[in-house]
C-alpha cells in the first residue's frame, strides 16, 4: 500500500513538472510568434533560348539568378526591430561567348525604432545598412581588368532619425537628417584610380606614384527612404523602394538615386514570376568605356544606371 501511495505520489510530481515545462514552452512560443516573425525565402529565376535552322538568327543562351531573402523581424507595443540579409547572384551563358554575370549584391539591413505612444506612427529610429559584392565585375568583352570586386565597392550606412509606419498599407518612410555614408574600396588598382569617389592617387609628370589612392571615403549627410508593398491585382504583389541621400560636406544638393520596383506573379505556392526595374545614380560612380578602342578603359563622368529583370522561376519558403 505504501509502494503503490509512493508510486502515486511520484507519478502526480512528475505529470506535475511536465505540466510546468508545457505551460513554460507554450507561454515562451506564443511570446515568440506575438513579438517574432521570422521569413527565410529562396528563388531561382532562369530564362532559356534554343535556336535550331532558325531563319531569323540567334545564339543559343541560358540565365540563371538565385536570390535568398532572410528576415528577423520583432515588434511590441513600443519597440520594432527590423533585421534582413540579401543575397543574389546570376550567370548567363550564351554560346560561343564567356560566362557572365548578371547580379551580384551582398546586404544587411537593420533598423531599429522606438515609440512613446502606442497610437502614434512615429518612431525614433536608427538604421544601419551594408553592401558590397561577392566577384568581380568587368566591362565585357574584357575580362583582364576588373572594374570592382569583393569590398570593392562596399557601402556603409549608420544613421539616425525617425521614421514612420502605417501597417495596414505597408508603408515606411524613414528620415534622417545625419547619417554616415563611408565607401570602402579595399583594391590598390581600383583605389589609385579614384574609383567610387575615393581620392586618387597622386604621380608626377613621369607618371611615377607619390601618394597611394585612399581605401575609404567618409560622409555625412541626409537620407531618406521609402518602401511600400500592396497587392495590385490578385497574385500580383508589388514592391517599391526609393532611396535619397545628399552629402553636407561635399557638393551638397547633388542626390543619389536608388530607386527599386519589382512585381511578383504568384503562379502556385512554388512556381513564380518577376518583373523588376532598378535605377541608379550616384555621382561618385564614374563610367568606364574603352573610347579609343585600344583596350584602356578611359574614365567617364556618371551616369544613371538601369537594370531590368524578367523571368520565371521557383521559390521556396522555410
Do not use: C
Not at 30 to 53: G, M
Not at 249 to 254: A, K, M, V
Amino acid at each position: 500500500m505504501k509502494f503503490k501511495l509512493f508510486t502515486l505520489i511520484v507519478l502526480l510530481t512528475v505529470l506535475s513538472i511536465n505540466a510546468t515545462i508545457l505551460n513554460d514552452s507554450l507561454a515562451l512560443k506564443k511570446d515568440s510568434i506575438s513579438n517574432w516573425k521570422n521569413t527565410n525565402k529562396v528563388r531561382l529565376i532562369f530564362t532559356q533560348n534554343s535556336f535550331v535552322n532558325w531563319s531569323a538568327g540567334g545564339n543559343n543562351s541560358i540565365a540563371g539568378i538565385v536570390k535568398i531573402n532572410l528576415l528577423r523581424n520583432y515588434k511590441n507595443n513600443h519597440t520594432t526591430w527590423f533585421n534582413e540579409l540579401k543575397t543574389n547572384y546570376g550567370l548567363n551563358k550564351e554560346e560561343k561567348r564567356e560566362l557572365r554575370k548578371t547580379e551580384d549584391l551582398f546586404e544587411v539591413n537593420s533598423t531599429f525604432g522606438y515609440r512613446q505612444n502606442t497610437k502614434s506612427n512615429w518612431y525614433y529610429s536608427a538604421k544601419f545598412n551594408f553592401k558590397t559584392q561577392f566577384t568581380n565585375g568587368y566591362k565585357y568583352p574584357d575580362t583582364e581588368k576588373p572594374i570592382s570586386k569583393f569590398f570593392a565597392p562596399a557601402y556603409l550606412f549608420l544613421g539616425v532619425g525617425t521614421e514612420y509606419t502605417i501597417k495596414e498599407s505597408n508603408f515606411k518612410l524613414y528620415l534622417s537628417p545625419l547619417t554616415n555614408k563611408t565607401t570602402f574600396v579595399f583594391d590598390k588598382t581600383l583605389a589609385n584610380e579614384g574609383s567610387f569617389g575615393v581620392k586618387r592617387a597622386i604621380y608626377d609628370a613621369d607618371k611615377n606614384l607619390i601618394t597611394e589612392g585612399e581605401n575609404t571615403k567618409i560622409e555625412f549627410g541626409m537620407l531618406a527612404t521609402g518602401e511600400w508593398k500592396s497587392e495590385v491585382m490578385k497574385n500580383i504583389q508589388m514592391a517599391h523602394k526609393l532611396i535619397l541621400y545628399s552629402d553636407y560636406l561635399n557638393n551638397y544638393g547633388n542626390i543619389d538615386v536608388d530607386w527599386e520596383i519589382n512585381f511578383d506573379l504568384t503562379i502556385n505556392k512554388y512556381v513564380t514570376a518577376n518583373v523588376g526595374s532598378h535605377f541608379l545614380f550616384d555621382d561618385d560612380v564614374k563610367q568606364k568605356e574603352d573610347v579609343n578602342n585600344d583596350g584602356t578603359l578611359d574614365i567617364l563622368g556618371p551616369k544613371i544606371q538601369i537594370k531590368q529583370l524578367l523571368g520565371v522561376g521557383f521559390i521556396y519558403n522555410f
